[in-house]
């Protein structure tokens, strides 16, 4: 399986344009974003208090959920492939996100299991990945996660395989590079259309 990133920076950006549900449900990618894949969970955010509700995020640790305007996720699963979720937790201005970045980094990691660092490369205004076990801790599963902070969103992308079936840690750092560009484009007052294709 082979994914084409399709991206294109705009300039002149508001960086830290804080988004509204609307606009944070749009970053998400949907079935047209992530072609020949099924949507297990359609993009869908809420105010921090109902997206918890709605098993949309999860608070590892209070501080990790602190300031949380808007979160969401997305979720793509298909038969003998990786499961893949992008989650996006939405704050007030880019210097919010910046202050938070390290506890939700701190919190999502500890759900890699013998986590090893993966280098992303230059996306978003910042970023980590790690690779591992699943969850799960089942031997020959593995787990790859990525955060980016792009402006005033923080975008986690979670690859969860279990034994025998491939999850490369490029697959998720070009899940990683679209979701951004998406984040970028609607920072940008665009509309998301960056996306991944299978062939």
């Known amino acids: 399986m082979s994914f084409t990133v399709l991206v294109g920076c705009g300039e002149g950006a508001d960086e830290g344009s804080p988004l509204s549900a609307q606009e944070a449900t749009s970053v998400l990618p949907g079935g047209k974003a992530v072609s020949g894949w099924d949507v297990a969970a359609a993009p869908s955010a809420h105010v921090q208090k109902k997206a918890l509700e709605f098993g949309l995020t999860s608070c590892y640790t209070k501080a990790s959920c602190e300031n949380v305007r808007f979160a969401g996720r997305s979720v793509f699963m298909k038969a003998q492939k990786p499961g893949i979720t992008f989650s996006i937790l939405t704050y007030h201005d880019a210097e919010t996100a910046q202050l938070a970045y390290a506890s939700v980094w701190e919190a999502w990691n500890d ?77 940008d007052g665009e509309t998301p259309s960056a996306g991944l294709e299978s062939g």
């Open 111 to 187: 759900r890699v299991p013998k986590a090893k660092r993966v280098n992303l490369g230059k996306i978003g205004d910042r970023n980590n990945a790690v690779t591992g076990l699943d969850v799960s801790g089942v031997p020959g599963s593995k787990s790859v996660l990525s955060q980016v902070r792009v402006g005033s969103v923080i975008l986690l992308t979670h690859g969860a395989a279990a034994p025998k079936v491939e999850l490369s840690d490029s697959l998720i750092g070009r899940c990683a590079t679209a979701f951004a560009e998406r984040a970028q484009q609607a920072q």
